[in-house]
């Protein structure tokens, strides 16, 4: 991958470790509110749309650590308002990707904190908050991108035909959205090998970087969802693009540069996206 800014050197490689220490504090402090018993705080979109107090409580953390290394960055989370900066760094938080599996005590949730720098991601970290497994990257000085899981790099799946890729998928809160996901997912099902819900678009993404699924797509995914996560996807030899929606939200896919073009074709004519609609790159 090649960033179009990379920005001073070393700049990338410090947001990456201060990500990286943010969502490992974070990601203790969720563990805690685990263990004393998790209860549903709020909804969003629909009724099983949930926001916990853990999600409100590790957002603060983490905005609260971010500002304090680095007062003057703005920051987008999903939990609370947006913070104006004036450095030209942007951080992108999700506190909890995979709010319901944390609620029923499922493994697939994470922090996941991206960093931009002049509206380009250029260093990611998605930590998965049960065991502590964590995802890094960030851009060097040359523009090039590393990513790593605990240390070791980051590599996509090698080349399989389209009946032999396991891809991952994930569905709306909103019924009358997951009838039109499911019709699609019936579709697309018979022409893989087979398809996986996780339930946390960042973790689905860390696993096409790693070469445990094969591609990912899911409508109605946020930039706080994917930032991180595309990011390292990318790093790690991905695609990744934004399509029009079927149900007219974003619709993502992700999965190796090889064979990316047969699997989204393969995902369009499936019913996911809105026909033909033009795509662009995120």
Known sequence: ??????????????????????ATEAAALVRRHAAAGVGVTATKSSEVDVV?????????????????????????GEEGDDVAGTTGVRWIVDPIDGTVNFLYGRPDHAVSIAAELHGRVVAGVVHRIPDDRRYQGHVGPDGSAVATVDGRPLRVRGPAPLAHRLISTGFSYRAEVRAVQGAAVARLLPVVRDIRRAGSCALDLCAVAEGALDGYSEEGVNLWDHAAGAFLARAAGARFEVLHGAAGGDLVVCAPEHGFEELRDAIVAAGFAAGDAPSSPA
Not at 1 to 22: C, N, R
Not at 56 to 70: C, K, T, V
């Open 1 to 22: 991958m090649t960033a179009e800014a990379p920005g001073p050197s070393g700049l990338p490689a410090d947001l990456a470790a201060i990500a990286a220490e943010v």
């Open 52 to 76: 916990t107090e853990a999600d409100r409580a590790a957002e603060e953390l983490i905005r609260a650590r971010l500002l304090a290394r680095r007062p003057g960055d703005a920051i987008l």
